[in-house]
């Protein structure tokens, strides 16, 4: 599968700086995080981290080093023209890196005032939209793939189906129930 590698002319901190680590513990290489950039949609940081963990348990995978980050317009905007020569904000970015079996590790991009404006085409709420393509961020990154018609039929379906189960998971439920802001 293919995967965008960003470039970092030497700067060890892009995307996102990581934690310092202890190389002697041997979870040191297992950090999950979610952060705010500038996006002014308010979402729950630890629904969506909760999310994440239930995504990589249903595909059976463990997360690595994975970030989050919530974008604004203009950042994501950005950072499509700088990746994909595209001038106009997307609803999310991933970039997949070396990761040991059976672990996932990268960082995904998601701008949530793109995701508010595509929900209704996709008759969604807002929460469930991003909730949606958090999924499918972390899809792409353990190894999806919707690049024909059949293969993104196949990944909807999956995406449907981990969106099912975490609704099993009382403040992830309660979250994607509401509406566009809030807690």
Do not use: K
Not at 36 to 44: G, Q
Not at 110 to 126: G, R
């Amino acid at each position: 599968m293919q995967h965008d590698q960003p470039t970092t002319d030497g700067d060890s901190s892009f995307p996102f700086p990581q934690p310092e680590l202890d190389d002697s513990d041997p979870r040191s290489s297992r950090h999950l995080e979610v952060v705010r950039s500038a996006s002014r949609v308010r979402v729950n940081l630890r629904v969506l981290e909760s999310l994440l963990r239930h995504t990589l348990r249903q595909e059976g995978l463990r997360h690595g080093q994975l970030t989050l980050a919530l974008l604004d317009p203009q950042e994501m905007r950005e950072a499509n023209l700088q990746f994909h020569d595209a001038d106009e904000p997307t609803d999310h970015l991933g970039f997949q890196y070396d990761a040991p079996d059976g672990e996932v590790s990268g960082d995904i991009f998601i701008c949530p005032e793109v995701c508010v404006e595509q929900a209704a085409d996709f008759a969604e709420t807002p929460r469930r939209e991003i909730a949606r393509v958090a999924v499918h961020g972390v899809l792409h990154l353990a190894g999806w793939n919707d690049d024909t018609p059949a293969r993104r039929r196949r990944m909807r379906a999956r995406e449907d189906a981990v969106l099912a189960s975490a609704l099993e998971l009382a403040s992830v439920a309660r979250w994607m129930e509401g509406g566009t802001h809030g807690r």
